[in-house]
């Protein structure tokens, strides 16, 4: 379909600012540009904060979010989730909107991992710090009133790419046991010659030479593009990794890879499923003051860990 017309809208209008000439100024101006995006905060039963031991045990952030209505009493399903940003920007807190819809959506906590961002701390440290906090998470499900048998692990964007890298750790070191994977647009390989890429390549909010300065953060070693914890699509086989649901934004750069790696999954013997996202750019869990259409990454990602068979 058509590009939304309040998207639309919001790409044409220009900014008046010159662009941010440092990281921590893009930093910064990420922070602000999408927190002007999000809408009302959306209500949740409680909200937690917890420091866990991430990777070489340095403590890192974790914070848990009820939804709404959620009993206290029973063992709570869980998605631990990696925030985007291209592994060099956002926050635990630029997140905490978008975390409170989709507990509510998913019915499960959402418990956001805060993993170190590069270039300060490149690959593999964010990925080690996200897979430290699942087991941790697996390890204390019992005391943080979790159902240890639905523990499902997502992320958006970079985020994607970190939870789909977490699901093959998990797989290669035997454990801690993943129910369900939920990638929204995930970026999941350093190639920038898909057709998607060239179609999206600027104009549609996230551009190709972002994505390469991106990946170029997390990657400062050329050599360590090959690795499947790095490029999930590159892995010689994605066999035994648990189900899977991919959200893919119709008008994104990251578009075909992510169609790309459900098709892998299946033909490997993995239960996947890809949706589209119609009408939509990368970066939608942040558009729901922007416009209703982005409402329909939440129905989706609450049907696929509410009922997956629906797909």
């Known amino acids: 379909m058509s590009l939304d017309p309040r998207i639309a809208t919001f790409l044409a209008e220009p900014s008046g600012l010159p662009a941010p000439a440092t990281l921590d100024a893009i930093r910064a101006a990420t922070e602000t540009g999408l927190r002007t995006l999000h809408g009302p905060l959306e209500d ?10 991430g990777h070489a045990r340095q403590p890192i952030r974790v914070r848990a979010y009820a939804p709404a209505g959620a009993d ?31 507990a509510n959506a998913t019915g499960r906590v959402v418990l956001s991992v805060d993993y170190r961002l590069a270039p300060e701390h490149p690959f593999p440290v964010p990925l080690e710090d996200f897979y430290a906090a699942l087991c941790w998470i697996g390890e204390q499900a019992d005391a943080l ?17 970190l939870a789909a890298a977490a699901a093959l750790l998990a797989r290669d070191r035997a454990g801690p046991a993943i129910e369900r ?31 390469q300065f991106c990946w170029s953060t997390y990657l400062p070693n050329a050599e360590d ?13 994605l066999a035994g990794l648990p189900p899977a649901t991919v959200l893919v934004s119709e008008y994104d750069p990251l578009h075909d890879e992510g169609m790309a790696y ?11 499923h890809c949706e589209r996202l119609d009408g939509i750019v990368h970066a939608c869990i942040h558009m729901l003051g922007l416009t209703p259409h982005a409402r329909q990454l939440f129905d989706l990602a609450g049907q696929a860990l509410q009922t997956p068979q629906v797909f």
Not at 44 to 53: D, L
Not at 77 to 93: K, N, T
Not at 262 to 272: K, N, T
């Open 44 to 53: 949740v039963a409680w909200i937690h904060n917890y420091t866990v031991p």
């Open 145 to 161: 009133g979790l159902d240890r048998g639905r523990i499902a692990v997502g992320g958006d964007s970079a985020g994607g790419n």
């Open 181 to 211: 994977q939920l990638l929204l647009y995930p970026a999941l390989d350093c190639d920038f010659s898909t057709a998607s890429y060239g179609e999206f390549a600027e104009g549609y909010w996230l551009t190709r030479e972002t994505m």
């Open 72 to 102: 206290a009493a029973v063992a709570q399903p869980a998605l631990v989730f990696a925030h985007g940003g291209g592994w060099c920007l956002c926050s635990l807190d630029l997140y905490d909107n978008p975390c409170r819809a989709l």
């Open 262 to 272: 459900a098709q892998r999954l299946r033909e490997a013997g993995v239960e996947a």
């Open 225 to 237: 593009a090959v690795s499947a914890y790095a490029s999930p699509l590159r892995a010689a086989s």
